[in-house]
């Protein structure tokens, strides 16, 4: 059975980093992309990042890119997503997701992350 | 960036009635279509790829259909469990944005 189990979150302040993991079973985690999706409380899903197989290629949205960082460890079958210089409107719940051909196939349960003062 | 619009925003039917949500992509996205189901509280499930493959596991009564610009999400003989909002997310080129989401109720 396919899982993927984010840890991390929490409050942070603005302009401050944090940095999640996600933890893949169930599937041969080196043979596939994964991603990050965020939603923001009652709002919509958007695409965070996305990382290649071999960790050699990664992609970001406009929003998050030059401060935000994805990367992967085979190994520990683990996703990571580094977050710098914090703002308040990255508050969301953030997904990990096993990603075929740009979209997504299995996602995790979300963890939260809040940045306030 | 390709938009994505959703309509209805929100909708009410009965069980047993049949629903239909549409998706339509500011430019041609080439059948690069997802939909995807959220229970209340719970993350995403895919339901459909590439415009109407249903994966692994989804009942038959979802189904997809479209092509270039304009999708849409068909669910026959709606059952209680399919309470949700359904998002829409275009695979095609980068950013790959989603709709805003179709809240779906019991009448």
């Known amino acids: 059975e396919v899982q993927l189990v984010e840890s991390g979150g929490g409050l942070v302040q603005p302009g401050r980093s944090l940095k999640l993991s996600c933890a893949a079973s169930g599937f041969t985690f080196s043979d596939y992309n994964m991603a990050w999706v965020r939603q923001a409380p009652t709002k919509g899903l958007e695409w965070v990042a996305s990382?290649?197989?071999?960790?050699?290629?990664?992609h970001y949205g406009d929003s998050v890119k030059g401060r935000f960082t994805i990367s992967r460890d085979n190994a520990k079958s683990t996703l990571y997503l580094q977050m710098d210089s914090l703002r308040s409107e990255d508050t969301a719940t953030y997904y990990c997701?096993?990603?075929?051909?740009?979209?997504?196939?299995?996602w995790g349960p979300g963890t939260m992350v809040t940045v306030s003062s | 960036d390709i938009q994505m619009t959703q309509s209805p925003a929100s909708l009410s039917a009965s069980l047993g009635e049949t629903v239909t949500i549409e998706c339509l992509a500011s430019e041609d996205i080439y059948s690069n279509l997802a939909w995807y189901q959220q229970k209340p509280g719970k993350s995403p499930q895919l339901l459909i790829y590439y415009a109407n493959s249903l994966n692994d596991g989804v009942p038959s009564r979802f189904s997809g259909s479209g092509s270039g610009t304009q999708y849409s999400l068909k669910i026959n003989s709606l059952q209680s469990e399919d309470v949700s909002i359904y998002f829409c997310q275009q695979n095609y080129d980068s950013p790959y944005t989603f709709g805003a989401g179709t809240k779906l109720e019991l009448k």
């Open positions: 997701a096993r990603q075929r051909d740009w979209y997504f196939d299995f």
């Open positions: 990382i290649s197989y071999g960790g050699s290629n990664t």
